[in-house]
């Protein structure tokens, strides 16, 4: 048992800490705004993604209006005339992250505290 906790414990907390670094390494390259949905794009799976539906959307960047393609694909369309909240990339403005796709991310990063806390328990079992 004691290296059941340790081992999951371990695997959580690590699985955690690259979600961690993922959305602190989103936050640092990307701006945040408002976008319309103004069209989709279906995306076919690829071994790194899988399938669903691209956002097109128009947003502000630096006061001039882009029409950006969201780099995450999601299960359902968002209706046309939506407004997002969107992170869009300052080196290529024309790529965004829905802002609820990051949610979500920093959710996951709640993984390493919990997958920390049993490693420290299993460890814990050994003494």
């Known amino acids: 048992m004691k290296y059941f906790l340790l081992i ?3 695997l959580l907390a690590f699985i955690g800490f690259t979600f961690v670094m993922k959305y602190s390494k989103i ?5 945040k705004s408002i976008g319309k949905v103004v069209d989709h794009r279906k995306s076919d799976g690829t071994k790194n993604m899988p399938a669903g539906f ?3 959307a128009d947003y502000k960047v630096d006061g001039k209006t882009v ?6 694909p999601v299960a359902q369309k968002y209706s046309l005339g939506y407004n997002m909240e969107l992170l869009y990339n300052k080196d290529n403005p024309k790529n965004f992250i829905p802002m609820a796709f990051t949610s979500a991310m920093a ?3 709640l993984l390493l505290p919990i997958g920390m806390a049993l490693a420290i328990w299993g460890v814990s079992m050994f003494f």
């Open 8 to 10: 999951v414990g371990l």
């Open 27 to 31: 936050r640092k390259t990307t701006v």
């Open 54 to 56: 691209l956002a097109i």
């Open 67 to 72: 029409r950006g393609i969201s780099t995450f």
């Open 107 to 109: 959710i996951y990063g």
